[in-house]
């Protein structure tokens, strides 16, 4: 089974620390994701990545960035955490090509206070 | 840009049929994905349609026209443990999934 796995399914952190995401798929899936999903809003892209080294920002990447060192691990950083981040995070992965079914981690439920 | 439309929630009866319909307006349209959510899960695939037309897997079929940029999942004899939310996701190029705002879904006895 494909497994993408997200380091943490809870966290609290304080406004104006740096905060690490890291997500992991054991799939060989070239392409990674990073979603933020808020109540009412569905799932909105913050970055993604084709490649190792390479990233895309997606809809809403202000306050983001991430790190793709190895093809397996997708790490998303908030520079400096703020009260509107709080929020879930979805870490998603899948091949490259037209089928795009995306297998999705847990989610982190990141709480910034 | 790329937008999707589908209702915010649907209620249907425990044994019944219901339809979650998704509009889109995107350019360079690969193909229409449905996901479920349970609420404190994650998303999980349920289906793609590429060509116009229904693609059946067992309960639930999904149907797309390219022409309408309209889609929907049809949900058949509906058991408790579908309520959850479900999400219509476009691709287009070389880009990753959009996804709509999800229809939540209620099933009642």
């Known amino acids: 089974d494909v497994k993408v796995t997200q380091s943490s399914r809870y966290l609290v952190k304080r406004t104006g620390e740096k905060v690490f995401l890291e997500c992991v798929q054991d799939m060989d899936h070239e392409n990674m994701f990073w979603y933020r999903q808020d109540p009412g809003l569905g799932l909105r892209l913050i970055y993604f990545s084709y490649d190792v080294k390479m990233k895309e920002k997606g809809d809403i990447p202000e306050g983001y960035s991430v790190s793709r060192e190895k093809k397996e691990r997708f790490s998303l950083i908030l520079e400096s955490a703020s009260t509107n981040q709080t929020s879930m995070y979805l870490c998603a992965s899948s091949f490259s090509g037209a089928r795009t079914e995306a297998f999705f981690g847990q989610g982190t439920r990141l709480t910034v206070v | 840009g790329q937008s999707l439309e589908q209702p915010s929630e649907v209620t249907a009866v425990e044994g019944a049929i219901v339809q979650i319909n998704c509009t889109y307006q995107?350019?360079?349209?690969?193909?229409l994905s449905w996901y479920q959510q349970h609420d404190g899960g994650a998303p999980t695939f349920l289906s793609y349609n590429a060509l116009d037309g229904l693609e059946e897997t067992g309960r639930f079929s999904s149907f797309l026209s390219r022409s309408d940029s309209y889609g929907y999942l049809l949900l058949q004899e509906l058991q408790m443990k579908d309520s959850a939310s479900y999400f219509c996701?476009?691709?287009?190029?070389?880009?990753?999934?959009?996804f709509g705002k999800g229809t939540r879904l209620s099933v009642i006895a």
């Open positions: 995107t350019s360079g349209f690969y193909g």
């Open positions: 996701a476009v691709r287009t190029g070389n880009t990753p999934l959009v």
